[in-house]
Every structure is written in C-alpha cells, then in structure tokens.
T-cell receptor
Framework: AQKITQTQPGMFVQEKEAVTLDCTYD???????LFWYKQPSSGEMIFLIY??????QNATEGRYSLNFQKARKSANLVISASQLGDSAMYFCAMREGVGGKLIFGQGTELSVKP | ETGVTQTPRHLVMGMTNKKSLKCEQHLGHNAMYWYKQSAKKPLELMFVYNFKEQTENNSVPSRFSPECPNSSHLFLHLHTLQPEDSALYLC???????????????FGPGTRLTVT
C-alpha cells in the first residue's frame, strides 16, 4: 500500500491566489513527521515545512502553511499569494518513528499563471 | 555557498564504463543519503550513512557502490550500469536520522545520469 499519496499530478493557479496541494498518508506508528519539499526545474529539492505527529498546531512558514488533519491522515500544503516562482514540483514526504526512512509521494506539478 | 554540492551535474556513460558521483555537504551534518529519481516515479531512497557508517541499503543492485570517507563527503561508484539506471541522483544530508524538524534533509542539485 502507498504510504504517501498525492492525487493531483498537476495544478494550475492564478498569480496572487492561494492554492492547496493534497497529501494523504498511511501509518500505524504514533510518532511520525511530515515534510513538504519544492523541486524547481533545476532539480534541487528545497525543504519548505515540517509537521510532527504530536504537534498541536498547524505548521506555518511564511506563505506556506500545512493543513494537518490527523484523523483523516492528511497533510495538505497551502500556498498563499502564489508567485510565478512557485511554479515547480511539490513533494510530500513522511518519516516514521526514529531513524525511519523518508518516503516521498509522487509529486504535484504546480504552474502559476500570470 | 550552497549547503550540499554534487558533481558532475550531468553525466553520460556507456554500460561498460566506470564513473563516480560526488557529494559534499558544508552544513556540519552527520547523516548523508543517496536517492534516485526516475521520471514519473517518487524519489527512491538508496543508501543512508550516519556518522560514516552505512545504516540503510534499500536493496540496491551491487552495480551501485557507495562510499562515505567522512561525514562531509559521499560518493556513489557506478559500474556496468543499465539504461534503466538513467535518472536524477540526489544527495542529501541531515543533522541526524531521527524524526523531527531538526532532521529535515537538505538536498543537492542532483546529477542527471544517462546510460547509453
């Protein structure tokens, strides 16, 4: 079974609007971490935001926020006020327990339209 | 200065060649990783090193041979590769290997490998 699922292969958003990228996960470990990475066409993976399974509040980092719904096992990324430079692949990832592997989803390609 | 560097950025090699990919991190991290990213597939973890010791080998074929001489350098030695090994190979480093934001991974720009 897929541990991390990103159901949106591609998304379009108008510049300055907000966009939500979906991510659902599957784990029976009570301790886990959820990560979002951005991969521009240059190839480098850029860490955006992190949410721990025991964190009470949703994580926020500038224009990025993580909509963490533990019961639904979802960790959607919200990007506010989209910019042209946000066009990239976005990957959701999960690490289970201590020393666990980082498992990535298939990714969502976001295109920001001017 | 970029935290994690990789060389070369692009590599074309024949199936009988031997080549090496190099990764260097300037972040003072203790763990380093190799990932493979094929088209239309999620990133696949290949190897993990923690304090120079290999802690994970994700059933990688022996034609890929990692080497970690110290916590700052990681190599991936390649020999007798197959065309299906063509992919983007990403190196990453982290403070450690546990759960938590402290252990987020920082990635290099990758090496685009083409096997002919």
């Amino acid at each position: 079974a897929q541990k991390i699922t990103q159901t949106q292969p591609g998304m379009f958003v108008q510049e300055k609007e907000a966009v939500t990228l979906d991510c659902t996960y599957d784990t029976s470990d009570p301790s886990y971490g959820l990560f979002w990475y951005k991969q521009p066409s240059s190839g480098e993976m850029i860490f955006l935001i992190y949410q721990g399974s025991y964190d009470q509040q949703n994580a926020t980092e500038g224009r990025y926020s993580l909509n963490f719904q533990k019961a639904r096992k979802s960790a959607n990324l919200v990007i506010s006020a989209s910019q042209l430079g946000d066009s990239a692949m976005y990957f959701c990832a999960m690490r289970e327990g201590v020393g666990g592997k980082l498992i990535f989803g298939q990714g969502t390609e976001l295109s920001v339209k001017p | 200065e970029t935290g994690v560097t990789q060389t070369p950025r692009h590599l074309v090699m024949g199936m009988t060649n031997k080549k090496s990919l190099k990764c260097e991190q300037h972040l003072g991290h203790n763990a380093m990783y190799w990932y493979k990213q094929s088209a239309k597939k999620p990133l696949e973890l290949m190897f993990v090193y923690n304090f120079k010791e290999q802690t994970e080998n994700n059933s990688v074929p022996s034609r890929f041979s990692p080497e970690c001489p110290n916590s700052s350098h990681l190599f991936l030695h390649l020999h007798t590769l197959q065309p299906e090994d063509s992919a983007l190979y990403l190196c990453a480093s982290s403070q450690g290997t546990g759960t938590g934001a402290t252990y987020e991974q920082y990635f290099g720009p990758g090496t685009r490998l083409t096997v002919t």
